[in-house]
């Protein structure tokens, strides 16, 4: 079974100051992973994904997420945190099985942005 | 243009009552869900449907009844609610390979009294 671990549940961090959020994930092949971010009140925006190819994956808003299968992970990080980034974040893992794929969340982490 | 639609934004009701959540697409998707998300923010897939076909069910109570009348659209009816079906439910299409982004609708928060 698939699943995914988000360890920190709460972060706080300034601005301007760099952010790695952890992701490790479980799953018995290549796996799919993305990174998701829900503003206060809004439906979920995809971040980045990885599937295949380089391992240090860019995404928008200037995030950027490293897949490492020896370690099972798939980090978040930011180099420097804007205010407009506090939200929460979610990892997902996910497979290729034709139409049945479906993703598996992690938890979430809340970041708070302080100025 | 909204890419993930879903009606109503906030459903408050009784204990026991039925009630449905609607979801449209405009973006020409195969494959739609309905997710759960619990009051700690928990997200659990319930259902997918491609092609107004149902390809996943996960062990939700059969009190939930998705709806798909054409692929754009993935409504969801829940009979005899109950306290613990309080939570955001959402939405979301994907255009068909695993690899693919989903997108999200902007959410039901569904409260039960």
């Known amino acids: 079974a698939q699943s995914v671990t988000q360890p920190d549940i709460h972060i706080t961090v300034s601005e301007g100051a760099s952010l790695e959020l952890r992701c490790n994930y479980s799953?018995?092949?290549?796996?799919?992973l993305f990174w998701y971010v829900q503003s206060p009140g809004q439906g979920l925006q995809l971040l980045l994904k990885?599937?295949?190819?380089?391992?240090l994956v860019q995404g928008i808003k200037g995030f950027e997420a490293e897949f490492k299968r020896s370690q099972s992970s798939f980090n978040l990080r930011k180099p420097s945190v804007h205010w407009s980034d506090a939200a929460e974040y979610f990892c997902?893992?996910?497979?290729?099985?034709?139409?049945?794929?479906?993703?598996?969340f992690g938890t979430g982490t809340r970041l708070q942005v302080t100025l | 243009d909204t890419a993930v639609s879903q009606t109503p934004k906030y459903l408050v009701t009784q204990m026991g009552n039925d009630k449905s959540i609607k979801c449209e697409q405009n973006?020409?998707?195969?494959?739609m869900y309905w997710y759960k998300q619990d009051s700690k923010k928990f997200l659990k897939i319930m259902f997918s449907?491609?092609?107004?076909?149902?390809?996943i069910n996960e062990t939700v109570p059969n009190r939930f009844s998705p709806k798909s009348p054409d692929k754009a659209h993935l409504n969801l009816h829940i009979n005899s609610l109950e306290l613990g079906d309080s939570a955001v439910y959402f939405c979301?299409?994907?255009?068909?390979?695993?690899?693919?982004?989903?997108?999200f609708g902007p959410g039901t928060r569904l409260t039960v009294l």
């Open positions: 979301a299409s994907r255009s068909g390979g695993a690899g693919d982004e989903q997108f």
């Open positions: 799953y018995g092949a290549t796996p799919y």
């Open positions: 990885y599937f295949s190819g380089d391992t």
């Open positions: 997902a893992v996910g497979g290729n099985t034709g139409t049945a794929s479906k993703l598996t």
């Open positions: 973006l020409g998707h195969d494959t």
């Open positions: 449907y491609n092609n107004k076909e149902l390809i």
